[in-house]
């Protein structure tokens, strides 16, 4: 009996250890989708700035998108901005060219410092034009069979372009280039389309839109993980 009330303690706290590591993509209605892992949350529309009637096709230059997203008002929410990546290693990006997502340049980047290659790969299970080695990979892109062009709903994500996408981050102050990602071929890079290109802009906003829970969520918890350990000392003492 004492060995069972230990193991019931134990997967409680295991189950508990797992869901707050598990990577997560989760729809909190009204059009907003919280990352877990990045601490973000993005509109579902990935063209919202056509949605909605501000552009009538959702491209703009570097300025523009960045102007767009800094004075967006969401479902009464502000605070947003184009989404971020910053050096996937060291303190300087690396525009070397990649195929495993070890520079700034490169497919299959599935770091956090990515926001856009990490929703792209990690949240969304998409395919890049190469594979880690190199290889060509006949399943990439959005609609998944290596077409390119046009846009797609992929999970919970709607409108989802068949293009390229600008990153919030200058390639370097001054240079005329901004980060961006195409999600066409999974790849991000720089200096391919300079500041006052056309391509699409995708919101995104830190943290998320649920209320943390209220101190009485948290004392009933704890109730309940106390009883479990007080059961535990019961059975030792008996």
């Known amino acids: ?21 598990q990577a997560l993509l989760i729809d909190r209605g009204n059009g907003l989708l919280y990352d877990n892992v990045l601490n973000v949350t993005w509109l579902q529309d990935a063209n919202y700035a056509k949605t909605s009637g501000y552009s009538a096709t959702g491209l703009m230059d570097w300025a523009s998108a960045n102007t767009w997203a800094d004075n967006l008002i969401f479902d009464g929410l502000t605070g947003w901005r184009l989404a971020a990546n910053t050096p996937i290693n060291g303190s300087s990006f690396n525009s070397n060219v990649t195929y495993d997502g070890t520079t700034d340049y490169s497919y299959n980047i599935t770091s956090p410092k990515s926001e856009l290659s990490y929703m792209y790969y990690v949240n969304l ?13 006949s399943d990439f892109g959005i609609f998944g069979n290596g077409t390119s062009g046009g846009q797609a709903n992929v999970g919970p994500v709607f409108n989802l372009q068949s293009y390229v996408y600008w990153s919030g981050a200058e390639f ?3 240079a005329g280039y901004g980060w961006s990602f195409n999600t066409g071929a999974g790849v991000q890079g720089a200096n391919w389309y300079d500041v006052y290109n056309q391509v699409y802009a995708w919101a995104v906003r830190p943290g998320d839109v ?3 829970p209220e101190p009485a969520t948290f004392w009933l918890f704890s109730i309940g993980l ?9 059975g030792n003492v008996g």
């Open 1 to 21: 009996m004492k060995h069972k009330k230990h193991l019931l303690t134990l997967a409680l706290l295991a189950s508990l250890t797992t869901n707050s590591a």
């Open 226 to 234: 106390m009883s479990l350990l007080g059961l535990r000392r019961c």
């Open 172 to 174: 370097s102050p001054g």
């Open 125 to 137: 299970g998409l395919k890049g034009y190469y594979s880690t080695t190199g290889a060509y990979q």
């Open 210 to 212: 649920v209320a943390v």
